[in-house]
Nanobody, 124 residues
């Protein structure tokens, strides 16, 4: 089993920044591509970003492209989501996820492991 634990969420004003972290334990972290998803109240879970095993390839949802940056440190078994220029519509619970593939995916069902989530609230 791979355990994932998110941290770094909180309350921030519009235009501000937050950095989310997701620490992994239990298996060889570098074997997994990672993803970030988010779910706002009353809405379906949506894709935010994905990163390959090595960190050399990333992809982003159009809604966050240019504002969010996904990175990983395999030596620390941790991925990071740097979120800048936050907007009220970014308010959601953010989840990290892992899949045993070279590349990430925008499809939630393709991830086998999930964290518990961290709340991000952006005030206007």
């Amino acid at each position: 089993q791979l355990q994932l634990l998110e941290s770094g969420g909180g309350l921030v004003e519009a235009g501000g920044s937050l950095r989310l972290s997701c620490a992994a334990s239990g298996r060889t972290f570098s074997s997994y591509a990672m993803g970030w998803f988010r779910q706002a109240p009353g809405k379906e879970r949506e894709f935010v970003a994905a990163i390959s095993r090595t960190g050399g390839y990333t992809e982003y949802a159009d809604s966050v492209k240019g504002r969010f940056t996904f990175s990983r440190d395999n030596a620390k078994n941790t991925v990071y989501l740097q979120m800048n220029s936050l907007k009220p519509e970014d308010t959601a619970v953010y989840y990290c996820a892992a899949r045993d593939r070279l590349y990430g995916s925008s499809r939630a069902h393709e991830y086998a492991y999930w964290g518990q989530g961290t709340q991000v609230t952006v005030s206007s």
